[in-house]
């Protein structure tokens, strides 16, 4: 129940993250100043940061003492084991998840602290004297390294979702013969979506469709 | 019909077990599995080596005696049936055939394909009572109960207890048979009573006996003989939740 309740508000939190990023499409002048409202929160922001950091470690925590649990209740594993009805994603959560949470380290290391790019601690800022999210995100997403790592993750991510999205109302007991199997594809659709709608940054900007603009 | 067979040969608890290959010829196709093992230990005694030891009872699906995962799936690849209902016509001729216990924890191996499953008659024990008239029967219909709980109660109660739902899942989880318990009675007048005991007794029983957590990915309706439903799984986490915040609450 922990993890059902815990894993519903990262999921609430990356439909927001979605929403946000996707104002890079819109130009420079909307996501820097988008980030700059999130910035003017001031401590409100860093209220959320903490609840999200909370919310993310009790996540991990619960489910891996979980998995521990769940690997001591078979000790010996089958010589041969065949599914019937489990998905590949429900039986690769911790698998997904950990590649995911290595991504999470890296992506707050590199837009978050900027420690891996030194040009994003001294980008000038923009006319409007934002910080240069735009660029930054240019700059990031042209290493096809980055991009690659950044897709493969946002696909896990779509893989873990695609199970846990609808998962979660069977863990907080609500199952219902018309509904469950509505709430399983709406969930496999909104995992789908948010894989394309995160994915479409780097790839656009690997396509060059998304560009630096230098401003005087 | 011709087979290979690869079969978990364990001779006690404690000793180290292994797969052994086997081969049988001139099976009908109308052997049911367990029977397709009784020639096997026949041939098995008369070369003098020591018969193959799984557990069997009624053989028709009824009493959930049969343990055996074959080829990777609880009570074989025909769902739902028991092993018992499994027939030799449905595997193609010279296959080459996996025999596994149910490979969980709280399953300790007896012998061979031989599993000690009273760890889920520990859990029905956890459940307690039920507050009951007893002496001569009631008055028929002195107790209405909604046709579709009477539906849903049934549906829970054919549970027979075999453990495939436990050995089924990636992660040797037991709540579908503690579930398809818990529903049971709560949806009947005469559960009422011992309800919210009931559910946390048995789940904390389910979690003291070493069983994993259900993580959601169905295996466990998928082998069920007797067609058990996940939803159950979901009642009883409902059920759960509501109990258990009642405890705290002083209850």
């Not at chain 1, 059902?4 to 993250?17: E, P, S």
């Not at chain 1, 000038?124 to 004297?129: I, K, N």
């Not at chain 2, 027979?160 to 709560?186: D, R, V």
Request: include cysteine; hydrophobic fraction near 45%; aromatic fraction near 10%.
């Amino acid at each position: 129940m922990i993890v059902a309740v815990t894993g519903v508000i990262l999921i609430l939190f990356v439909i927001g993250h979605l929403l946000g990023n996707l104002q890079i499409f819109l130009g420079p002048a909307w996501i820097n100043g988008y980030a700059e409202h999130l910035r003017d929160l001031g401590p409100l922001l860093w209220v959320i940061r903490a609840f999200l950091l909370v919310d993310v470690v009790a996540h991990i925590y619960y489910t891996v003492r979980l998995a521990i649990e769940n690997r001591r209740a078979r000790p010996t594993s089958y010589r041969r084991k065949d599914t019937v009805k489990a998905t590949f994603a429900s039986r690769h959560m911790v698998m997904s998840g950990l590649i995911v949470l290595a991504f999470i380290i890296f992506h707050l290391l590199q837009f978050s602290f900027r420690t891996t790019d030194p040009r994003f601690a001294i980008l000038p800022a923009d006319p409007l004297g934002h910080y240069d999210v735009y660029t930054m995100m240019v700059l990031g997403f042209s290493s096809p390294l980055v991009s690659g790592f950044y897709i493969l993750a946002l696909f896990l991510l779509a893989l873990h979702l695609s199970h846990g999205s609808s998962s979660f109302f069977q863990s907080l007991g609500l199952n219902n013969k018309n509904l469950t199997p509505r709430l399983a594809q709406g969930g496999r659709i909104f995992a789908w979506l948010l894989f394309v709608g995160y994915s479409s940054i780097p790839v656009a900007v690997l396509l060059g469709w998304v560009t630096l603009r230098t401003h005087s | 019909m011709k087979f290979k067979l690869k079969i978990w040969r364990q001779d006690s608890a404690k000793s180290k077990g292994g797969m052994k290959r086997y081969e049988i010829d001139q099976v009908s196709e109308n052997t049911s599995f367990l029977e397709m093992l009784d020639i096997l230990n026949e041939q098995l005694v008369n070369s003098g080596e020591e018969p193959v030891a799984f557990d069997s009872d009624c053989r028709e699906g009824i009493c959930g005696t049969c343990s055996l995962t074959i080829n990777g799936e609880a009570h074989g690849p025909s769902h739902p049936a028991a092993a018992c209902q499994l027939y030799m016509r449905q595997f193609k001729d010279g296959e080459t055939i996996t025999v596994e216990p149910f490979r969980v924890r709280s399953f300790p191996i007896v012998k061979d394909l031989v599993i000690d499953r009273s760890a889920l008659d520990r859990i029905v024990q956890a459940g307690g009572f039920v507050s009951a008239r007893t002496g001569s029967a009631p008055e028929a219909n002195s107790t209405p109960i909604p046709k579709h709980n009477a539906d849903l109660a049934m549906e829970a109660a054919a549970c027979i207890g075999c453990g495939a739902c436990a050995a089924a899942c990636p992660n040797a989880s037991a709540m579908l048979f503690t579930s398809a318990k818990i529903s049971h009675l709560a949806f009947l007048p005469q559960g009422q009573a011992e309800r919210s005991r009931r559910v946390l007794g048995m789940v904390r029983q389910m979690d003291v006996e070493g069983f994993g957590n259900c993580t959601n990915t169905y295996e466990c309706e998928a082998v069920c003989p007797a067609e058990i439903s996940a939803s159950f799984i979901a009642k009883m986490n409902r059920e759960y939740a509501v109990a258990s915040l009642r405890e705290r609450m002083g209850e």
